[in-house]
Every structure is written in structure tokens, then in C-alpha cells.
């Protein structure tokens, strides 16, 4: 069922963003009077799962889920059309149009895509607003787990103050902007300390699989205990524990030290139950824990709980806009800087790169609306980025011949651009089988 779940996000995203970056190459192939042949969601190699022709236009959807197309008369592409190129120019085809309308066709996808993005982040701060942490609000600082991290100097109680010379504001901004980091401003115990960050410490990061770089500190909240768990007729899922061995505890953090100290022993604890607190005896194995699974808070439970203020901020239609086009804008600037990182070899950010399985894998197991968005946006964002690479074969290659063009006044020969396609389609096969590559490898390695 939760694969199911998973899948069906993922073919519902991929399909939004397939149809309609391929529409924005369609309405303006059609304002202009240019025939477009195919309209394909998905490749329809060999044969089609549907299609349908409408005013000259075959509508379909192919089998191989790997993107789309639209097949437009007169234009050198991925279909190697030779035997209409070699006829003379018709009206009605690409070749045939002036440069500037050739150019807006071409760009009209990446267009679509940026579009999309900027009105899902538009719709989601009008729907749900703002909810967030102010980073001065966490008045006990990180918890700081992954050993990469505790390596290079953090420790649990750290407060950030800036990242690469830049207050945080909020505090779940803090993974994001540490990830392409240089140096980390942070308070110790009244101190200002700071902490450079390797030239490759996304590499690092990845080999650790740990998960955030910089957790914030929660309370020790029982999600599921398992049967083999000793605490299995002890404890039940929502349970808080807030003091063990006469210990009062508030974070999780603190209880999992403890737990190392108390190893193979009972001792006494209470828990917080329905509002009430539950004295009670907890068994810790010998690997120093109890047996069970963690879960988290959601944010209005911490806020009830006293332990962090939550910021809310309610958007009306009007008042969303400028707000949803900033946070476009800045997932816009973020998707640049990881990019800049993959071609830049000694941060090792390119052994992260990942093909259809790591998209797959980023949607969650339940339905989420709110997490679907999140990520069909950044995926509108990376589709419209990734597309106006200038590689013959992407749009933003088409898009580098036609400012040529336009420049110089001479038009590349269709000789040319049909070695390039070519050129560009072994360039494309390689960086899929590179990314999906690494997928595998991850998924044989464990990794």
C-alpha cells in the first residue's frame, strides 16, 4: 500500500510537469501556425498505451514513463525526422518561422515550468500560510547527531547564529543553508565560535546517511513498541518520557545519554500520559535502549508542551503573491548553488546525484497534499533548470543556436545541428544512465 501511495504521487507530479512543460512548447507552435504533430505524455516507443488524433495533432500517452514531447513539423529533434528536413521548407513548419518566434516556441516550456512553480508556492502560502520556528526562540540550542557533524566541532546545546555571515532567522532554514555552507557562526556557552566547513563536506554528509545535518531537540515521544520490546506491557505509543532514575529530562537527547550509563538495569521513570503523569519502571537493554520506536511532535504540540514558541502567519489572496514569488526565488537561488556544487568535482556533490529512483523516494509513504506540492514545485524548478542547459538536444541548447542566430544573422546549417542533436542525445544518455546508475548502486550497496 505505501508503495502504492508513493508511486501514484510520483506519476501524478511527473505528469503535471511532463504536460505541461510540453504544452508551453505547444500553444505558442500553434499561435504561430506551426504544425505540431505529436502531443506525448511519456515516450511512446513501438506503440501507445492511448492515442487519438485531433486537428491534425496525434495525442497520446506512451508506455516508457521517461518524460514527453511534442513533435513539431519542420524542426531538427530527438525523432532524427531526415526525410522531412531533406523536403523542401513548408509554411506551416519550425524552419520556416522567424527566428524570434522559433525562440519563443523553444523557451516556452522552461517558461511554464518557472510559472508553475512561482503560482504552487503562491497557492500553498495562501492555503497554509507560514508556520516556523524563530531561531532565537531556541533558547537550548541543536541536538546534533550525525558524527560527520560532531567531527567537525558542533555539539548538542550549539545555537546558530549565522551561516556564511548570515543571521538565520528561522531555524528550519538551518540544514538547507549548511549544506552549501562555508563557515557556521555559533554561541557556546556565551561564546562565539566558528566553524569552517570542508570543501567536500556534502561528500561526507552523503557517506554518513544520517540524515539531517542539525536536528532540533525534541522530547522523548514513544511512536510504536515492538513485541520484542522488555517495555512492551509498559509503554504505549504518545507516551513522553520526563524523568528517568530521578533524573527530570526534557529533551530526548538528554534521555539517550542517560540510557547509555544505565545499561541491562530498571529503574524508575514517569511519562506523561494523556496529560498525566505516569510513574512507572523502565527496562534499558544492553545496547542501552528501551526497544522501541521514536516519533515526532508536530509543531502546535511542541508550542502546547512549552517548549518552543511557534511563529503563525495567515496570507490573504493578494498578500501571497509577493511572499510565494520570494520563496520561488529563493528555491530558485538554492537549486543554482547545488547545481554549481555538482560541477565542482572536490565537493563530491555529483556522487549524490540521483535519477528516477531518488525522485521516487522523496515522496512520503502516506498522502500529504502539502509535502506533493512542496516537491512537484521544486521539481518544476529543476525540470525548467536542468532543461536550459545549453546541451544540444535541451531546449536551452535549440535556444543557443537561435541567439546565435539572431546575432551573427547566419543560420547553422541543418547538417550541423543534426550532428549536434546527436551529439547532445549521447551526452543526455550518459549523465541518465550516470544518475539512475547511481540509484542502483545505492540500492545494491545499501548506500
Partial sequence: MEFAIKLSQFLLSLSILIVLHELGHFIPAKLFKTRVEKFYLFFDIKYSLFKKKIGGTEYGIGWLPLGGYVKISGMIDESMDKEQMALPAQPWEFRSKPTWQRLII?????????????????????????????????????????????????????????????????????????????????????????IKLPVNFIDQLMKSERGNIINLRMPFVIGAVPKESPNKNILKPKDIITSCNGQTVTYADELIVLFQNLKGKTVPAIIKRDGKDVALNLSINESGKLGVLQASLPYDNLEKLGLYKINKQEYGFFQSIPVGITRGFNELASYGKQLKAIFSPSTGAYKGVGGFGAIFNIFPSTWSWFVFWNITALLSIMLGVMNLLPIPALDGGHVIFLLYEMVSGKKPTDKFLERAQMVGFVLLITLLLFANGNDIYKAIVGK
Avoid: C, H
Avoid at 503560482?119 to 541536538?143: P, R, S
Avoid at 546558530?160 to 532567522?169: E, F, R, W, Y
Fill in 106 to 194: 523553444m523557451l516556452g516550456g522552461v517558461t511554464v515550468n518557472f510559472i508553475l512553480a512561482f503560482i504552487i508556492y503562491i497557492g500553498m502560502t495562501f492555503y497554509y500560510g507560514e508556520q516556523y520556528i524563530a531561531n532565537e526562540n531556541v533558547k537550548d540550542g541543536i541536538w546534533v547527531s550525525n558524527p560527520i557533524v560532531e567531527k567537525l566541532g558542533f555539539k548538542t546545546g550549539d545555537k546558530i547564529v549565522s551561516i556564511d555571515g548570515v543571521k538565520v532567522q528561522k531555524f528550519d532554514d538551518i540544514n538547507k543553508e549548511m549544506f552549501l555552507a562555508k563557515e557556521v557562526a555559533l554561541n557556546r556557552d556565551g561564546n562565539e565560535i566558528k
